[in-house]
């Protein structure tokens, strides 16, 4: 079985201040020559091997919700009108969940991307190809 996949990796330890080690591991060591030292360090914040860090858009939290409303919908379109509207639009939500899979970062989709994007696309697009199928096929329901 394939493990979860996270966007992270393992925690960084803290750091502590002072100053860094040296070509001994005393701590102390002066900076190579030409590094620019201290005054170099202070003069632009890192910002990390990929630039500085920004926040997904649209944030997970939207996508999620988007979802839920979508899922009441379906439930609305079950109770109110028939199963087969119902089934037509769970495998509309499903078809787009498969296309948000494949564009979107993983940290753009949060709590949705539970295996790879390939497998998440796929496990979504058959499910709504089958679910529209049932819909279509079955019979309309309890309105006959």
């Known amino acids: 079985m394939e493990p ?3 966007d992270t990796g393992p925690p960084e330890p803290p750091r502590q201040p002072g100053p860094a080690p040296g070509p001994d591991g005393d701590g102390g060591g002066a900076p190579p020559a030409g590094s620019g030292g201290a005054a170099e ?3 632009a914040p890192s910002t990390g091997p990929t630039g500085p860090a920004r926040s997904p858009w649209p944030p997970p939290a939207a996508l999620v919700w988007g979802f839920g409303a979508g899922l009441l919908a379906v439930l609305v379109a ?3 009108v028939s199963f087969w509207l119902a089934g037509l639009i769970l495998a509309a939500l ?3 969940l498969g296309v948000l899979h494949l564009v979107l970062p993983l940290s753009a ?12 696309a796929t496990t979504c697009f058959v499910l709504a190809v089958g679910v529209a199928v049932l819909a279509v ?3 309309r329901g309890l309105q006959g």
Do not use: E, F, S, Y
């Not at 989709?109 to 998440?120: M, N």
């Open 4 to 6: 979860a996949r996270t």
């Open 94 to 96: 499903l078809l787009v």
């Open 137 to 139: 096929v079955a019979p």
């Open 109 to 120: 989709l949060g709590p949705l991307a539970v295996r790879t994007p390939w497998v998440d």
């Open 78 to 80: 079950a109770a109110v």
């Open 41 to 43: 360090d202070r003069a």
